[in-house]
């Protein structure tokens, strides 16, 4: 009784997630991160697992570019239930340029090239958001929106400046923030 209404919840998420967006966590800034700061993005990416597991529209998510064996491989792996994520995550070594249609591609990053707009999360299920998968204390600045404006692929910030007037290094979010913030706007 109990596996048939686990699966019957299963079933019913993998299909709210199926009607929303694709949110990818770019997990190819491994090599920029010290040890500390990746094991910081690896308890970062199970926190972004459970929100969209909790989510009642929850996205499809994926964390892209994680090579077996690799330490972000290593560190997930660690992380309690992570034998059961694959019912309800994606994790590709591919990087995402290589799994996506580059005109789905939406790079979220501070530096965007325009404000996120009321449609951005909710509107267009076609639509693949690629999040930064680091922890840098700003010293990438600039690099996500380069890596995104290199491979072709628009890019968005959310719009903190013009709503809540804050300004700098402030407006910089964690993945799981931002994230949250996508999970709230698809709930409406």
């Known amino acids: 009784r109990k596996a048939e209404e686990r699966a019957e919840e299963l079933r019913s998420w993998q299909s709210r997630a199926a ?3 694709t949110v990818v966590i770019d997990c190819e800034w491994e090599s920029a991160m010290t040890d500390r700061q990746l094991a910081s993005v690896a308890q970062t990416l199970g926190r972004c697992f459970g929100a969209n597991k909790r989510a009642e529209r929850p996205v499809r998510l994926l964390f892209s570019g994680v090579r077996a064996g690799s330490p972000t491989d290593a560190l997930l792996r660690r992380t309690p239930g992570f034998e059961t994520w694959a019912e309800r995550l994606t994790i590709s070594e591919e990087p995402y340029i290589r799994l996506f ?3 789905h591609l939406v790079y979220v990053t501070p530096e965007g090239e ?3 707009s ?3 999360f909710v509107a267009d299920p076609e639509a693949v958001y690629v999040m930064g998968g680091l922890n840098d ?3 990438l600045a600039g690099k996500s929106r380069l890596k995104a404006d290199l491979q072709g692929v628009r890019s968005v910030r959310l719009p903190i ?3 809540l007037g804050i300004k700098g290094n402030a407006c910089i979010l964690t993945m799981h923030q931002v994230l949250c913030i996508a999970l709230s706007r698809r709930a409406g």
């Open 19 to 21: 009607e929303g967006p």
């Open 101 to 103: 249609d580059p005109s």
């Open 114 to 116: 325009r404000p996120a």
């Open 118 to 120: 009321e449609e951005d």
């Open 137 to 139: 204390n700003n010293r």
């Open 161 to 163: 400046p013009e709503v």
